[in-house]
């Protein structure tokens, strides 16, 4: 197996775009005919903008792809472990384990794409008499708008449960993932329209709450309180995260940075991405503005812990001044218009 070079920087799009190189137009062709109209086109794009590859980067490339290929017939056709023990003699141990996590995200991706493609009403059509798990295991393929919306329309007592169970959830095999997924779609078939990754976890459970409304959210969160608090601070954390902040106004920004310590904020917008340091010094004056910058240039070797610890207070300051309706956060791509 080569060993990777440059092509190792390349992305996803653009690996794939060689291999589409490396197959030649004929081969290609019946390629794209599997292919959505959005792949298709992010495809060509990738294509037409890659760069000239040396015979040795192609080879790797090519070489990972075929690797990927025997990975997923075998898992297929024989289950993780023989899958396991086929490519450990095949590939080696390191190797073998690379493509089998990689092939087991995407095919996990894949899986329930027909609850991802089903309008949400369609959903609690079928979910409606359900039991919480078989609820939140669905629940954990869907995506996270149609998730939350289906949560703040279960009974009360049943929308603790199915948020503990999403957030709860184990790693579930290949295989019985999809015996589920056959028989739910063979059930399920006859209500789904279709007209419009990562299973489970508190990331999961986090981006649902991200969409839920505020009641709901409120509701969920109270009870959860009572009865697994230390579940209820790890969602909470995951809610906000530091760089949401280029989506809040320049109006609530002033506002949060009010609160903020000026070490915090140095050593938070150092360790942060260009946008957020932008949308955080521009709403800063011109004289403080100088002073982080300042700040900045003689803080050295700053630990990744300190960064985290810092853009965390921040993100409570955020959290705290939205409890108080001092700043709004949106939520769901909707708000609520009160008209005079």
Known sequence: MATPGRNKKLSATERAAAIIVAL???????VYKHLTEDEIERLSIGVAKLERLSSEDMQVIVDDFYGLCVTQKVIAEGGAFYAKDVLEKAFGAQLAGSYMERVSQAMQTRAFEFVRKANYKNLMMMLQNEHPQTIAFILSYAKSDQASKIIGELPKDMQMDVIRRIATLNSVSPEIIAV??????????????VDMTEIGGVNYVADIMNHTDRTTEKFIFDELEKSDKALSED???????????VNLSDMDIQRILRDVESQDLAIA???????????????VSTRARETILEDIQYLRNVRLKDVEEAQQRIVNIIRKLEETNEITISRGGEEDIVIA
């Not at 969602?235 to 902040?245: G, N, P, Q």
């Not at 917008?269 to 709403?283: A, P």
């Open 24 to 30: 030649g137009s004929s081969q290609a062709s019946e």
């Open 180 to 193: 589920v997924e056959s028989v739910l779609e063979k059930r399920f078939s006859s209500v789904v329209t």
């Open 235 to 245: 969602i909470r954390k995951l809610m906000f995260v530091f760089e949401d902040i």
């Open 269 to 283: 917008v150092k360790g942060s991405t260009e946008e957020v340091k932008q949308m955080l010094l521009n709403n």
